[in-house]
Structure formats: C-alpha cells, structure tokens
C-alpha cells in the first residue's frame, strides 16, 4: 500500500506491521530516480506499508527523525525505527532490508 503523508497521521501509520518511509522532493533529482523503484516495490507487496513524505511540506518531521538528505528510506516495524538509507539504492538493497524486518 502506497500513501502520501496526510497532516500529523505518521505515528498512527508506523506503530503497526513493517512500513518503509520515503523522505523525498519533488524537486531533488536522486528523489526522482528513486521513485519508480518504490513504486515497483509497493505492487509487489501489497502487505507492505510504504510512506512517502515530501519533506518541504512536513519539514517538522524530517527534523524529528534526523532527515539531512534525501531521498532518506526509513524502515519501521512496529513503530520503531530499525534501518535506513541514503540516497539512490537498488531495489535489491531495499527488499532485503525489508525481509530481514520480516524475520
């Protein structure tokens, strides 16, 4: 399931099951790279919770989760952070931080 952050509903969304956050821009090219391997991996899992928050509108909660760059993918399991990663990475590299969450 893909959404896009909604006013203050992120700890509703992240305090249940796995959930990958996106901090993104529409305007950050690397972003942009990215976005398709997200989307390609949210038809894959339907199961899995994927988050994209566009930081220039939710800057508050960039900031509360220590975002300096971005794209930044967070990986949430039951409401806590457990990994993350920087900039444009593989579909490889991001589903198997998924399924290390799923064990």
């Known amino acids: 399931m893909l959404l896009k952050l909604q006013d203050k509903e992120f700890d509703s ?3 249940k099951g796995i959930v990958l956050v996106d901090f993104y821009a529409d305007w950050c090219g690397p972003c ?3 976005s398709p391997v997200i989307d390609e991996i949210a038809n ?3 199961q899995l919770t994927i988050l994209k928050i ?4 939710h800057p ?3 900031e509360k989760h220590g975002v ?4 930044t993918l967070l990986f949430f399991k039951d409401g ?3 990994d993350s990663s920087i900039g444009v990475v593989s579909e490889n590299v991001i589903l198997n ?3 290390i969450l799923k064990n």
Do not use: F, R, T
Not at 54 to 57: M, R, T
Not at 68 to 71: G, H, N, Y
């Open 68 to 71: 300096l760059s971005i794209p």
């Open 44 to 46: 894959k899992d339907p």
């Open 13 to 15: 969304i992240v305090e």
């Open 60 to 62: 508050d909660l960039a």
């Open 80 to 82: 806590v952070s457990l």
């Open 97 to 99: 931080k998924i399924e």
């Open 32 to 34: 942009n790279l990215l």
């Open 54 to 57: 566009n930081v220039d509108e």
